[in-house]
């Protein structure tokens, strides 16, 4: 079942068949949060000019 987390801490499950319901009811009391990364970004131009290095070999 999902989480819901509430404003003031509270958290709630709801079934997947009632989420939507719930979601769009309860919208003014829910509580956005992002979640962190658990790995550092990569750099695009970093991890494409090690794969070039590696292919050349």
């Known amino acids: 079942m999902p989480t819901v ?3 003031g801490g509270e ?3 709801v079934s997947l068949e ?3 319901d719930y979601l ?3 919208h003014d009391r829910i509580e956005t949060r ?3 990364l658990l790995r ?3 750099d695009i131009t970093t991890a494409s000019t ?3 290095r590696s ?3």
């Open 5 to 7: 987390y509430l404003k």
């Open 11 to 13: 958290t709630v499950q």
């Open 40 to 42: 550092p970004p990569v």
């Open 34 to 36: 992002k979640k962190k």
């Open 55 to 57: 292919l050349l070999r």
């Open 24 to 26: 769009y009811e309860n």
């Open 18 to 20: 009632n989420l939507e």
């Open 50 to 52: 090690s794969n070039k």
